[in-house]
C-alpha cells in the first residue's frame, strides 16, 4: 500500500501496535492488513489483500437476515459512518473460529471529500470475556461505568486502558502467573487510570507539554483512582497496584517513592505495559514510537524506571508477538 496511504491512516487513529489494522476501498476490497491483524486471524496479508472483505468472511453479503450491518467496518464504507468502541464477534472462515474484538473504525476521504477508504482497528478481547465471567464478586458494570465516563471525556484514555489490560493479559500469562492474578491483571489494567476523571479536560486534551501545575495535577490520578476503586467490593489487591502503577523502580516515581520490590508486583508490571501502550499510541502531540523502539526505550530504562526483570520478560513477550523487533 502507498506509505502515503498509510501516514494518513496513522494520522486519524490512535492505535497501539497490538491492535489489527484493516483497510478496504470503496468496492470493499481489502487493500491493507497490518501484522498483527494477520496474527490475530492466523493468515497472511497476501491471503487477505486484493480480496472483498464480503467474500472473505460474510457470504457476500453486507448484511444478515435480520437486516444488520455483518460488520462495524462493511458499515462504516456502506453508511459513511465511524464507529468507535465497538464489541463485535467475528467469525475467522479460515480457521472456523469466533473471535470477540473492540472494534473501531475510521474514514479517509480523497481530495474532493470521497470516501476513499474504511480502516477497521481491532483489539481482540476473548481473554477478556473469559476473565469477566469469574468476577462474580465484583460489579463489573460499576467498573465499566466508570470507564465509559472517561471515554466521554477522554477517548484516547478509553482505548489506552483497554489495549493495556490486554498487554497485562497477555505478560501475566507469558509469565505463568496464577489465574487470580491474571484476573487481577486484567482488572487493574482496564481501571487503572479511572482517576482522570478528576482531571479537566484542558490538561487531558493539551496538545503540548504540561505546565509544572499542570502536571502535579495528572499526578494526583492514581491516588485519585484508588480512592475511587476502595468503594467497590471486591477491589481491594486492584486498588493499591493501581495507586502505585507511577512508582519507578529507582524510587523517583509518585505518589510515595517506593523502590524495588517495595512496589506491589503487578504495579510493576502495570508501569511497564502502561509506558509501551502510551509510546506506541498515536497522540495530538507526537508520532508514535514503533514496537522496535518502545522496546529499546523499555531496556534503556530497565532497573531505573522500570523492574529489571519484568522488563526482560516483557521484551522477550513482544518479541514473540512481532516477528520484526
Given at each position: 500500500?502507498?506509505?502515503?496511504?498509510?501516514?494518513?491512516?496513522?494520522?486519524?487513529?490512535?492505535?497501539?501496535?497490538?491492535?489489527?489494522?484493516?483497510?478496504?476501498?470503496?468496492?470493499?476490497?481489502?487493500?491493507?492488513?497490518?501484522?498483527?491483524?494477520?496474527?490475530?486471524?492466523?493468515?497472511?496479508?497476501?491471503?487477505?489483500i486484493g480480496q472483498c472483505i464480503l467474500n472473505l468472511f460474510f457470504n457476500g453479503k453486507k448484511q444478515d437476515e435480520r437486516?444488520?450491518?455483518?460488520?462495524?467496518?462493511?458499515?462504516?464504507?456502506?453508511?459513511?459512518?465511524?464507529?468507535?468502541?465497538?464489541?463485535?464477534?467475528?467469525?475467522?472462515?479460515?480457521?472456523?473460529?469466533?473471535?470477540?474484538?473492540?472494534?473501531?473504525?475510521?474514514?479517509?476521504?480523497?481530495?474532493?471529500?470521497?470516501?476513499?477508504?474504511?480502516?477497521?482497528?481491532?483489539?481482540?478481547?476473548?481473554?477478556?470475556?473469559?476473565?469477566?465471567?469469574?468476577?462474580?464478586?465484583?460489579?463489573?458494570?460499576?467498573?465499566?461505568?466508570?470507564?465509559?465516563?472517561?471515554?466521554?471525556?477522554?477517548?484516547?484514555?478509553?482505548?489506552?486502558?483497554?489495549?493495556?489490560?490486554?498487554?497485562?493479559?497477555?505478560?501475566?500469562?507469558?509469565?505463568?502467573?496464577?489465574?487470580?492474578?491474571?484476573?487481577?491483571?486484567?482488572?487493574?489494567?482496564?481501571?487503572?487510570?479511572?482517576?482522570?476523571?478528576?482531571?479537566?479536560?484542558?490538561?487531558?486534551?493539551?496538545?503540548?507539554?504540561?505546565?509544572?501545575?499542570?502536571?502535579?495535577?495528572?499526578?494526583?490520578?492514581?491516588?485519585?483512582?484508588?480512592?475511587?476503586?476502595?468503594?467497590?467490593?471486591?477491589?481491594?489487591?486492584?486498588?493499591?497496584?493501581?495507586?502505585?502503577?507511577?512508582?519507578?523502580?529507582?524510587?523517583?516515581?509518585?505518589?510515595?517513592?517506593?523502590?524495588?520490590?517495595?512496589?506491589?508486583?503487578?504495579?510493576?508490571?502495570?508501569?511497564?505495559?502502561?509506558?509501551?501502550?502510551?509510546?506506541?499510541?498515536?497522540?495530538?502531540?507526537?508520532?508514535?514510537?514503533?514496537?522496535?523502539?518502545?522496546?529499546?526505550?523499555?531496556?534503556?530504562?530497565?532497573?531505573?524506571?522500570?523492574?529489571?526483570?519484568?522488563?526482560?520478560?516483557?521484551?522477550?513477550?513482544?518479541?514473540?508477538?512481532?516477528?520484526?523487533?
Amino acid at each position: 500500500m502507498d506509505h502515503n496511504v498509510l501516514a494518513r491512516i496513522a494520522a486519524v487513529i490512535q492505535s497501539s501496535s497490538v491492535q489489527g489494522w484493516l483497510v478496504i476501498d470503496r468496492d470493499f476490497n481489502v487493500v491493507h492488513a497490518n501484522e498483527a491483524y494477520c496474527q490475530l486471524w492466523k493468515t497472511e496479508p497476501d491471503e487477505v489483500i486484493g480480496q472483498c472483505i464480503l467474500n472473505l468472511f460474510f457470504n457476500g453479503k453486507k448484511q444478515d437476515e435480520r437486516g444488520q450491518y455483518v460488520g462495524p467496518l462493511v458499515e462504516t464504507m456502506d453508511t459513511g459512518r465511524e464507529i468507535s468502541l465497538m464489541e463485535v464477534c467475528v467469525t475467522n472462515n479460515y480457521h472456523e473460529a469466533n473471535i470477540w474484538c473492540l472494534a473501531n473504525t475510521y474514514i479517509l476521504r480523497d481530495a474532493e471529500g470521497r470516501m476513499e477508504y474504511a480502516v477497521g482497528t481491532y483489539l481482540p478481547i476473548d481473554k477478556f470475556k473469559v476473565i469477566e465471567r469469574r468476577l462474580d464478586s465484583i460489579n463489573l458494570n460499576i467498573i465499566k461505568a466508570f470507564c465509559k465516563a472517561i471515554g466521554v471525556r477522554d477517548a484516547y484514555t478509553k482505548q489506552h486502558s483497554e489495549s493495556v489490560a490486554y498487554l497485562m493479559v497477555e505478560l501475566a500469562e507469558f509469565m505463568n502467573l496464577s489465574p487470580d492474578d491474571v484476573t487481577k491483571a486484567y482488572l487493574a489494567g482496564i481501571v487503572h487510570d479511572v482517576g482522570k476523571i478528576g482531571v479537566p479536560e484542558k490538561i487531558l486534551g493539551k496538545p503540548g507539554r504540561l505546565s509544572d501545575e499542570e502536571f502535579e495535577i495528572i499526578k494526583c490520578h492514581p491516588v485519585k483512582g484508588s480512592e475511587i476503586l476502595a468503594e467497590i467490593d471486591g477491589l481491594g489487591t486492584v486498588t493499591n497496584i493501581v495507586r502505585h502503577h507511577h512508582e519507578r523502580y529507582d524510587g523517583r516515581g509518585y505518589p510515595e517513592g517506593l523502590a524495588g520490590e517495595d512496589i506491589p508486583f503487578l504495579s510493576r508490571m502495570l508501569s511497564i505495559c502502561d509506558a509501551f501502550d502510551a509510546m506506541t499510541s498515536k497522540r495530538c502531540y507526537r508520532d508514535p514510537y514503533t514496537t522496535t523502539q518502545a522496546v529499546a526505550e523499555i531496556r534503556r530504562c530497565a532497573g531505573l524506571q522500570f523492574d529489571p526483570q519484568i522488563s526482560e520478560s516483557f521484551i522477550k513477550f513482544i518479541r514473540g508477538q512481532f516477528k520484526q523487533v
